[in-house]
């Protein structure tokens, strides 16, 4: 399976983006998907997941109420509309799978991502 996102870009502050993550080869469908980023000399972090069936979502604090995570469990691609961005929203932005069909609060950690996609650069700003 292969993931490929797309969607980024440049964007001034309090605008929008969604990106997309295609899953290719042997379906992951029957996992749990997920967002994570990277800013320029930052540790990676979370950002939101997805349960397998779309039904259950998690957000980081600093991107609840502005960001939502939904999926295409048909077409095998997950999405993440992002509003209101800001400059602190900077970072390459990377779809995951996770090994698990549910989610749980355990997912922030990171431990039981199965896939990574090459990421896609968010830029905002000021």
């Known amino acids: 399976v292969r993931l490929v996102e797309s969607g980024g870009g440049l964007v001034q502050a309090g605008g929008s983006l969604r990106l997309s993550c295609a899953a290719s080869g042997r379906t992951p469908s029957s996992y749990a998907m997920g967002w994570f980023r990277q800013a320029p000399g930052k540790e990676r972090e979370f950002v939101a997941a997805i349960s397998w069936n779309g039904i259950s979502t998690i957000y980081a604090d600093s991107v609840k109420g502005r960001f939502t995570i939904s999926r295409d469990v048909g077409e095998n691609t997950e999405y993440l509309q992002m509003n209101s961005l800001e400059p602190e929203d900077t970072a390459v932005y990377y779809c995951?799978?996770?090994?698990?069909?549910?989610?749980?609060?355990?997912?922030?950690?990171?431990?039981?991502?199965?896939?990574w996609g090459q990421g896609t650069q968010v830029t905002v700003s000021s």
């Open positions: 995951t799978t996770f090994t698990t069909k549910t989610i749980d609060p355990t997912v922030v950690a990171g431990t039981n991502v199965g896939l």
